[in-house]
T-cell receptor, first 118, second 107 residues
Framework: QVQLVQSGAEVKRPGSSVKVSCKADGGTFSGHSINWVRQAPGQGLEWMGRIIPIISVTNFTQKFQGRVTINADRSTNTAYMELRGLRSEDTGVYYCARGVSPGGLDFWGQGTLITVSS | DIQMTQSPSSLSASVGDRVTITCRASQGIDNYLAWYQQKPGKVPKLLIYAASTLQSGVPSRFSGSGSGTYFTLTISSLQPEDVATYYC?????????FGGGTKVEIK
């Protein structure tokens, strides 16, 4: 079965950017979406956006529109999420997760801790 | 955007109790709702999709119901391993918002 393997933790300065990768090991993206979910320390889950690699369509929640880019390389089964203009409140764990029909995120990456600090 | 509101935000119940968590959508979403369980320090796990369909491998004490704007997740007999935070998520249209979560503890 597919495993989603994310890149490692990073510490970033305010105002910088971060790019997190998510590789599908043991499978392909096929027709599924890859979603990005954020969890701030001690807080709930927040859906950021998604890409449907087979048709290269992306959707975002308005909060992150203009500050986040999501893309995917189908040849390596790797998705990427870049967040720009980092601020302290962006600190948290970022997850990628596979979306399936009719709705649900069935496989999740292990999470990537991004710490934004001066 | 459609907002998802869970209640209660936390609850404490005894082993063997029946536990019900509610998720309300600010507009109708048919049955496009999923439920997740997140244990402390762990990755979220899909429990239920399409409001009432149990994901493979999930114990049958978990069940979901509802349609439109009102949904419930029920644990028929609470077990110690069910201590976790539970989230609902809408899937009818983007953005795919989560509810705020319900933390379940053992009394």
């Amino acid at each position: 079965q597919v495993q989603l393997v994310q890149s490692g933790a990073e510490v970033k300065r305010p105002g910088s950017s971060v790019k997190v990768s998510c590789k599908a090991d043991g499978g392909t993206f096929s027709g599924h979406s890859i979603n990005w979910v954020r969890q701030a320390p001690g807080q709930g889950l927040e859906w950021m956006g998604r890409i449907i690699p087979i048709i290269s369509v992306t959707n975002f929640t308005q909060k992150f529109q203009g500050r986040v880019t999501i893309n995917a390389d189908r040849s390596t089964n790797t998705a990427y999420m870049e967040l720009r203009g980092l601020r302290s409140e962006d600190t948290g764990v970022y997850y990628c997760a596979r979306g399936v029909s009719p709705g649900g995120l069935d496989f999740w990456g292990q999470g990537t801790l991004i710490t934004v600090s001066s | 955007d459609i907002q998802m509101t869970q209640s209660p935000s936390s609850l404490s119940a005894s082993v063997g109790d029946r536990v019900t968590i509610t998720c309300r959508a600010s507009q109708g979403i048919d049955n496009y709702l999923a439920w997740y369980q997140q244990k402390p320090g762990k990755v979220p796990k899909l429990l239920i999709y399409a409001a009432s369909t149990l994901q493979s491998g999930v114990p049958s004490r978990f069940s979901g119901s509802g349609s439109g704007t009102y949904f419930t997740l029920t644990i028929s007999s609470l077990q110690p391993e069910d201590v976790a935070t539970y989230y609902c998520q809408k899937f009818n249209s983007v953005p795919l918002a989560f509810g705020g979560g319900t933390k379940v503890e053992i009394k």
